[in-house]
């Protein structure tokens, strides 16, 4: 997905680039059943945008070149570089956003996981983490034995393909 200004401006949405799911290496999910915390500190992200932070402007972009990174990490399968990109995204984010408002719960799933050597970031707002095990199946059982320890669920992700038809993607591709 690419935001940027000049397609936001003209077209009101951003450029979507479907890619393949089997370039996608195995990947899992970490959740708390009933999360008590997810992080309710207002952040003031948004509005230190809005105002020009040059700190959040920069990482904002810089949380943009990890993507383009990644796209470029699965198109020829650097599955270590993928690895240190889902980490680094993370890292980036919780500098932005800070501890209060990720919240505790969140952290600690990026941090078993992190523990275990596997790469690990958020799926989107909180609340769940996706993980990549580079060393498989013992990093996985090690990572599933530590999840249930800490009381969290911890399952395989099934990636779909899009439910979009050759006219919506190509729609998508050329605004």
């Known amino acids: 997905m690419d935001f940027g200004k000049n397609h ?6 951003g450029i979507y ?4 799911v089997d370039l996608l290496p195995p990947l899992y999910l970490i959740y708390a059943e009933n999360p008590s915390d997810s992080g309710k500190v207002h952040s003031t992200v948004r509005q230190r945008w809005l105002d020009g932070d040059k700190f959040i402007r920069s990482t904002i972009e810089e949380v943009a070149n990890i993507a383009v990174e990644g ?13 240190a990109l889902m980490n680094h995204n993370f890292d980036l984010r919780r ?15 990026v941090e078993i996981a992190r523990k275990v050597g596997a790469a690990s970031k958020f799926t989107g707002s909180g609340g769940a983490v996706v993980v ?6 013992s990093q996985v059982k090690q990572l599933e034995d530590a ?5 969290f669920t911890f399952q395989p992700i099934k990636v779909m393909s ?14």
């Open 147 to 151: 999840c249930h320890s800490a009381g």
């Open 162 to 175: 899009s439910f979009l038809n050759e006219t919506d993607l190509q729609t998508l591709e050329s605004k």
């Open 71 to 83: 796209r470029k990490a699965l198109l020829e399968k650097d599955y270590n570089k993928l690895a």
């Open 95 to 109: 500098r932005m956003f800070g501890d209060d408002a990720l919240g505790a719960m969140n952290i600690e799933m």
């Open 17 to 20: 680039t479907p890619m393949d």
């Open 132 to 137: 990549f095990c580079p060393d498989g199946t």
């Open 8 to 13: 936001m401006d003209e077209l009101g949405h």
